[in-house]
């Protein structure tokens, strides 16, 4: 049984996240969603259509982990389910961090397999469990859909097989980022990022 976090203390590392991820670039528009796991059955996600750069404690509002907004009259992200799925499950799992960058969209384009596989790269210690750049680290990567139940079933599929370790992307949308708390999935999320700008960069030079 996981202690209840406050919900001002998770509400203000999102909004920090979220100015952070937008001085990166990484949420464009009105593009990415955030959200913090409040205890073992409630998250605080952002809501549909916000400027992610630009959050205030408004934009957020705490839901089930079936994606049901708890006392609250906002409309949770278009993408909660993915949300709420991760932490269904992974209880270890304390914030999901969901970005719209030019690398993750464009690779997870060229990638055609349901995996993306990297080697040789020493950031790769950036991901939580790797000691050595010799690692090779596979990343899922799913077809994009507006129908967020189908692609959370996909996600649960996929997981049944081998559970997922620090994010996954979908193919032309983004990145998915996630660890144990904020802090943590901001590691990730910087460090995938940069994987993913070196790997692009590696297949334009030696295609
Ligand atoms: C700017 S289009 C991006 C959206 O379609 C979606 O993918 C997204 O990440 C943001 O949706 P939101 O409902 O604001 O959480
Ligand atoms: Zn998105």
């Given at each position: 049984?996981?202690?209840?976090?406050?919900?001002?203390?998770?509400?203000?590392?999102?909004?920090?996240?979220?100015?952070?991820?937008?001085?990166?670039?990484?949420?464009?528009?009105?593009?990415?969603?955030?959200?913090?796991?409040?205890?073992?059955?409630?998250?605080?996600?952002?809501?549909?259509?916000?400027?992610?750069?630009?959050?205030?404690?408004?934009?957020?509002?705490?839901?089930?982990?079936?994606?049901?907004?708890?006392?609250?009259?906002?409309?949770?992200?278009?993408?909660?389910?993915?949300?709420?799925?991760?932490?269904?499950?992974?209880?270890?799992?304390?914030?999901?961090?969901?970005?719209?960058?030019?690398?993750?969209?464009?690779?997870?384009?060229?990638?055609?397999?349901?995996?993306?596989?990297?080697?040789?790269?020493?950031?790769?210690?950036?991901?939580?469990?790797?000691?050595?750049?010799?690692?090779?680290?596979?990343?899922?990567?799913?077809?994009?859909?507006?129908?967020?139940?189908?692609?959370?079933?996909?996600?649960?599929?996929?997981?049944?097989?081998?559970?997922?370790?620090?994010g996954f992307l979908v193919r032309g949308h983004g990145l998915y980022a996630w660890g144990h708390d904020v802090n943590e999935a901001r590691r990730h999320l910087e460090g995938l990022e940069f994987l993913f700008a070196c790997e692009l960069e590696m297949r334009r030079l030696?295609?």
């Open positions: 049984m996981r202690t209840a976090i406050p919900s001002a203390i998770v509400s203000s590392a999102l909004i920090e996240a979220g100015r952070w991820i937008d001085a990166q670039g990484w949420c464009p528009a009105t593009g990415g969603n955030f959200s913090a796991r409040l205890s073992d059955d409630q998250a605080l996600v952002t809501a549909s259509g916000r400027h992610k750069g630009r959050l205030t404690d408004e934009d957020l509002l705490t839901v089930d982990l079936d994606g049901q907004p708890l006392e609250s009259k906002l409309k949770p992200s278009a993408e909660t389910l993915l949300h709420t799925r991760l932490y269904q499950l992974n209880s270890a799992i304390g914030a999901v961090l969901h970005t719209h960058s030019v690398a993750s969209t464009v690779l997870s384009r060229l990638e055609r397999d349901d995996w993306l596989t990297l080697c040789g790269y020493e950031m790769q210690k950036s991901l939580s469990g790797n000691q050595s750049h010799e690692a090779t680290i596979q990343l899922a990567v799913f077809d994009n859909t507006q129908d967020m139940q189908a692609l959370a079933e996909q996600l649960a599929l996929r997981w049944q097989q081998a559970p997922l370790n620090w030696r295609p």
